[in-house]
């Protein structure tokens, strides 16, 4: 485990709006998730979950408190060096529609190399690496209708891990799936997370919460709640 | 807080070799991979971008194929000869010729060693089948191998003998059938037409060749007399340059350069605004389309955005679009265009238009209309790109609506450009129409700028409409940015088309003006003043035989005390403007009896009658008369080519109304004649447009029978004005096509923008109905807009152009020609043409949208 956390929210608020009519989505929110650490955050839907993960990879601003990730503070970088901050640093697996189906699964998990100018013949190499790592090597030229549901999403963890990305911030991640796909996704995680990458999961299940080595509760915006290695006998 | 993390630093790189190309290469694959996944899209935009590459590479293979340049032209000039010599009759100061004219002289310039053939060329008349005609003529003995390659023959043989003649297919068609032995030249001896011969490359023209000394007798000042020439040894630029000292023209392999093109400024211009123009319409057409893919990948764009894609690659993924399409249908436009070129070379198409070529392909040309189309391509795929990197990568993967807001466009820069090219467009009228032209496309983009800011005012003012109405009109002002390129599209081809009907109904109205027939339209009129007794009864059988059954109406030709032939024809100036009113350019003044008055008239007029009787002229123009006189001027002519000037005279008159004002000046009886010290002759015939229905190959007929069987008759045909009802349905046509591809491409996007309002319209009760018309509002928001904007800035501009482009007449007889806003141009404006598209078009694009769109309730997720 590395000394600095991966990504650290310090304070962190959001506000959508101004005036009276402004909406608080997150408020003085403060969370580190460190390598090798998976993280749960649970709620009330509209307690500023996806908000809270669309801040910690760069998606959106903070109206107020820091972001770091992997050292580099978010608040001042402009635009174009935060999306390559993005596709160095951070993963992002949503609950569906991840992948871009003109692309296979192997093109898919090039694109973040690609677009940071890695030829894609070595981004292929590296893709392959992290495809057989997750499994899926024997599905990496079919394109994602023709794949299930769980392999989409492990093609997208695969994504979110290729080149030197440590940091996974996964929303919903098994919304889309049953039940034993969403474990496998969780135990897949689980696993990165062994490895040696970060990971800040967003979920509603309290079953896959289990899987996290840390759960922090939102309510309107703020941490309502912490709790560390909860719920081991639900794995 | 914890103490500033310093700025990025690390690269996070892995050792791999970074390229740029890279993420442009993967953004070309993931467009090409959208391009065949959504064939429909793509088919719509390759359309639009390849087909205008496709007709326009053809058209200009088509054109150079068929165009015959000197070099591919010389074979059919010179066959196998070293040379041709043609005279060319210049007479040298003393008027005497000095050309050499005899085969001795030319052989002498030639030196030894030479052989020569006559090869002559002129035209003949004959008597055909089909009465009088008249063809290109040529005199070569076409069995001398020198001539070998100038003509094909098809049929029978080559003339062998003094009586013998071939003709082309074109000539054949005009009565010189194989076989036959027309009566040719104006000695009119008997012809066999032995064989059909083609020319190589104008297949449709009518010639008749025979032996040297049997057709051509015309050659009096050495025109068209020539040579083909055998020479010991190949004709170099000297020889060419002193046989031309000898006034011979000369052609032969040495001089048959190719004639390189030559452009001014204004063809230039010429070019580079139809390019403007061209471009600008396939971007504004095709930028929906692109907005619409862009729509419907917002997600992918999204995904992209949250990997790491920068807004400049999210940016460049849409582009990658654009060089994907559009590079794809110009390649398509070339590949097909050059193809169809080809085949049409090799199945000589040509022969449509009586040009047949090798095949040729101006590559220059040809090469930049694919680059412009491809382009067209990339740029209607820049505001899109623009727009998809602006938007809310966090609200689009949530599946919230994006809030990334439309910028209002660039409306200063917008008026300022509008306002310029107005300015400038009625400035240039003075100078060549190109000019007002490229003022008036600097307005149009100005226009285009303005569209945004359209939008907006144009929804502001819906707000009395009814409900359907008002949200498509709302939600297409908040979405600016899609609307405004729709409407700019239609805008621009609803300017330009309404331009060119403006300008070609103000054309049609000056000629019409200008054109003021002094008899009704439709007459013959045949005039022979110039002929004695014996030749005008000819004349007169030849007439009664070609007109068999109609009613001949005599007039008199007018001699002076001299003898000398007169004109007449009536004018006044008018003293407010100084105007010349009457007729400069119509029939002269028809002087006769009582029939004639009633023929001119077209109707019975007892008043006008009496006054005729009394020896009154008759005036079917009020501004001709001035104190009951009107005013003649008369052109006396001493001789057959040169005539006296003008005297001015008055008559008595009276005022009468015509049946067809238009086709009638004034009538002047015989009796009025003494009093102007003029003599009547009856040397005129008129024949009734009830009564007479000639085409126009009998007319022509009919004029070369008189000429060679009476001598100089003039026979004129008072015709309607063609008014090219063709043009105005055609502009229509083009202005819809474009106008509804546009509005169509915007409202299927518009369509999509409004699903989730659609649902909730649903769900409060509105009836499937209602959402249909929301979607046909979109549609007649758009194609109305466009069109009542394109219409509003096309009148102005198609008066001005009309105003460029008077050909002659009104310019000529105003006193100041460049005192355009002094005095107007009759303008005439095309209302139904406006009609339709101001009201009729919008109807159909909203009904089209309306029946075509799917009003099923799709649920929509909605999430905030």
Known sequence: MSFDPVVRLTDVGRLHGDGPGAVTALSEVSLAVEAGELVAVMGPSGSGKSTLLNVAGGLDRPTSGDVVVEGVS?????????????????????????????????????????????RFRDARRQALEVLAEVGLAEVADRFPDEISGGQRQRVAIARALAGERRLILADEPTGALDTPTGDEILQLLRARCDAGAAVLLVTHEPRYAAWADRVVFLRDGRVADTATAPLESAR | MSAPAPVMTRTGTTGAARSRPAAFLAALRISRRDALRARGRSALIVTMVGLPVLVIVFALIFAATADITRREGLTARIGTADLRIVTLGR?????????????????????????????????????????????????????????????????????????????????????????????????????????????????KSAEIIGLPGTLLFDRADGRGTGWLADTPKPVTMADVRRLSRASLDVQAPVEARDAYGYHDTKDVVAIGLAVIMGVLEVVLLAGPAFAVGARRRRRELALVAAQGGSPGQVRMVLLADGVVLGGGAALF?????????????????????????????????????????????????VLPAVRAARQDVAAVLAGRRSTARDRAGRPIIGAVLVVAGAVAAVRAIGSDRVWVLAAEILALLGLVALTPSMVRLAAAAARALPLPLRLAARDAARNRGRTASAVAAVLTAAAAFTMAAVAFDSALAERRDAFHPTVPAGTVEINGSRLDDARWARARTIVERALPGAPLIEAVALRDTRGAAVELSVGHLDAADGMYLGNPFGVSLPVGDGRLLEFVQGRRDPVAAAAFAAGRAVVFDPRLVRDGRLRLSAVHFASHDSSEAPRDLTVPAVVARAA????????????????????????????APSSVRLTEEQEVRLGRELAIMAGPVGVTFVRDLDSYGFVKPLLFLAAAVLALGGTLAATGLAAADLRPDLATMAAVGARPGTRRLVVAGQAGFIAGLGALAGALAGIPAGIVVAGSSMPYGYRAWAPDPSSFLDRLPPVELPWLFLAALVVGLPLLAALVAGVFTRTRVTLTRRIT
């Open chain 1, 74 to 118: 978010l608040s001042r970088l402009p635009a174009g060096e935060l999306a390559a901050l993005r596709r160095r640093h951070v993963g992002y697996v949503f609950q569906d529609l991840n992948l871009i189906p003109s692309l296979t699964a192997l093109e898919n998990v090039t694109l973040p190399r690609e677009l940071d100018g890695i």
């Open chain 2, 333 to 381: 436009g070339l590949v097909l265009g050059v193809g169809l070129g080809a085949l049409s070379a090799v199945l000589e198409a040509g022969r449509l238009i009586g040009g047949v070529g090798p095949l040729d392909v101006p590559w220059v040309p040809v090469l930049a209309v694919a680059a412009l189309g491809a382009a067209s391509g990339v740029a209607a795929a």
């Open chain 2, 660 to 687: 067809d004002p238009r086709r009638a000046v004034a009538v002047l009886p015989v009796s009025a004649l003494p009093a102007l010290g003029l003599k009547p002759e009856a040397r005129v015939l008129y024949a």
């Open chain 2, 91 to 203: 007479p040298d100061t003393d008027g005497r010729a000095s050309t050499p004219t005899s085969p001795a002289e030319v052989m002498r310039l030639l030196g030894p060693g030479a052989r020569i053939i006559p090869a002559n060329e002129g035209s003949a008349d004959f008597r055909g089948e089909r009465g009088y005609d008249n063809a290109s003529a040529r005199e070569l003995d076409l069995r001398d191998p020198l001539t070998k390659g100038m003509y094909h023959l098809l049929r029978g043989r080559l003339p062998a003998a003094p009586g013998e003649i071939v003709v082309t297919p074109g000539a054949e068609e005009r009565g010189m059938r194989f076989g036959t032995t027309p009566a040719v030249t104006f000695k009119l001896t008997p012809m066999r037409v032995v064989g059909v011969v083609e020319h190589p490359h104008q297949t």
